[in-house]
Each structure stands twice: as C-alpha cells, then as structure tokens.
C-alpha cells in the first residue's frame, strides 16, 4: 500500500511564513500529480495548489503570489511553501496525490490518495 504523511504545520503569525512537505511511500512505481488542499472549520475542502511529474502548477486564487508548490520527485515528495499568511489561511492542509501508480501483489494499480492532514494556525 502507499501512505502520504503531512508535516510541517503550526502557529504563525499572520503575515509569517511557513512550509509544509508532503511524503509518498510504499510500493510506488510513479506519481502523477500531487497537491495541497485545505479545510477551515464549518467550511469545504478547497484545492490549493497542485503540481505535475513535470512541474506545471496550478494554484486557487486565494493563494497565487503567496503560495509555492514544488517537488522532489525521486523522494515522491510534495513541498508547499507558504508567505504572507493570513487568518483565513487557517485551516488543516492535506496532500493529495490523485494517481498513485504502484506495485500490489505482482500487480500494476493506481489509487487516489489522500494524507491524513496537518494544521496550520494564522493567529496573533
């Protein structure tokens, strides 16, 4: 099977910085894209950036200039550096990897994968 476990979450203060990494293991023979999404309280799980094997990104409006997502792709695994945070980026942020191709019992599968998310407060 494949995991993804999340770290780097915390306190900061609005307008700090903070960055979050996101690693793939297991039987991993190739990822496709990986990502962040967010949840806030009482809110719906949102896309906040997103990267291919090849590096094109994607980011939510709410984010662009502020957010950067990267990659390592022979660790298979997900950065997402964050600046000029606010209060309203206070949510958990989970890593999402949509097409996992790996090895399972001498078969070939692909799974959508989610982590079990990290909590980033923005608060003074």
């Known amino acids: 099977q494949v995991q993804l476990v999340e770290s780097g979450g915390g306190l900061v203060q609005p307008g700090g910085s903070l960055s979050l990494s996101c690693a793939a293991s297991?039987?991993?023979?190739?990822?496709?894209?990986m990502g962040w999404y967010r949840q806030a309280p009482g809110a719906p799980r949102e896309m906040v950036a997103f990267?291919?094997?090849?590096?094109?990104?994607n980011y939510a409006d709410s984010v662009k200039g502020r957010f950067t997502i990267s990659r390592d792709n022979a660790k298979n695994t997900v950065y997402l550096q964050m600046s000029s945070l606010k209060p309203e980026d206070t949510a958990v942020y989970y890593c999402n990897a949509p097409d996992v191709k790996y090895w399972h019992g001498g078969e070939i599968r692909i799974m959508y994968y989610w982590g079990k998310g990290t909590l980033v407060t923005v608060s003074s």
């Open positions: 990267i291919t094997s090849s590096n094109s990104t």
């Open positions: 297991g039987s991993i023979i190739a990822i496709n894209a």
